[in-house]
T-cell receptor, first 114, second 114 residues
Framework: NAGVTQTPKFQVLKTGQSMTLQCAQD?????MSWYRQDPGMGLRLIHY???????DQGEVPNGYNVSRSTTEDFPLRLLSAAPSQTSVYFC?????????????FGPGTRLTVT | AQSVAQPEDQVNVAEGNPLTVKCTYS??????LFWYVQYPNRGLQFLLK??????LVKGSYGFEAEFNKSQTSFHLKKPSALVSDSALYFC????????????FGGGTRVLVKP
């Protein structure tokens, strides 16, 4: 299994540009989520999905969209990039909604918005 | 609302000495507690979790953690640190009463010196 994969690894955007961060998992996990990591702030949840066709907002959803058309894929879209969105983005998945399941993380995408 | 605190931004320890990384939490219900480790330029890796049962939990790479309900703590420990343990460590809590959301602490950087 490849686990959780993310592309690209690095990206530089100009303010106002849009882009999609890709995330895929091959573990047949129901639950997928996107986090951003900023220094000293841990990881903050952007959006999550409990299954194909179902998505919901996390604690910092503004400026981001998601969709979940298949179990495997969970892309994150930046609609109009802003410097405040400079961060490292992690996609994660877990087996199901049960709280005891641990999450598996992708390697991250480092995004810089100028 | 649930929260996690990691009071130390950085912990320095000599190789071979015991390592402790502190974590305290606040939840309204029964917590599920997790520790993750992040090596440079990598995603987070699961170390261990407390769900129920024995308060001492053993995990990967020789790490263990002790759940203390009265002190609302879940400190990570390793009896003899290795230089390769140098990394960023995150404590996280999931509270079923809070919709199963996983909340991360701000992270503690561990530096093990030879």
């Amino acid at each position: 299994n490849a686990g959780v994969t993310q592309t690209p690894k690095f990206q530089v955007l100009k303010t106002g540009q849009s882009m999609t961060l890709q995330c895929a998992q091959d573990m047949n996990h129901e639950y997928m989520s996107w986090y951003r990591q900023d220094p000293g702030m841990g990881l903050r949840l952007i959006h999550y999905s409990v299954g194909a066709g179902i998505t919901d907002q996390g604690e910092v959803p503004n400026g981001y969209n998601v969709s979940r058309s298949t179990t495997e894929d969970f892309p994150l879209r930046l609609l109009s990039a802003a410097p405040s969105q400079t961060s490292v983005y992690f996609c994660a998945s877990r087996l199901g909604q049960q709280g005891s399941y641990e999450q598996y993380f992708g390697p991250g995408t480092r995004l810089t918005v100028t | 609302a649930q929260s996690v605190a990691q009071p130390e931004d950085q912990v320095n320890v000599a190789e071979g000495n015991p390592l402790t990384v502190k974590c305290t939490y606040s939840v309204s219900g029964n917590p599920y507690l997790f520790w993750y480790v992040q090596y440079p330029n990598r995603g987070l890796q699961f170390l261990l979790k407390y769900i129920t049962g024995d308060n001492l939990v053993k995990g990967s790479y020789g790490f263990e953690a002790e759940f203390n309900k009265s002190q609302t703590s879940f400190h990570l420990k390793k009896p003899s640190a290795l230089v390769s343990d140098s990394a960023l460590y995150f404590c996280a809590v999931r509270d079923l009463a809070a919709g199963n959301k996983l909340t991360f602490g701000g992270g503690t950087r561990v530096l093990v010196k030879p």
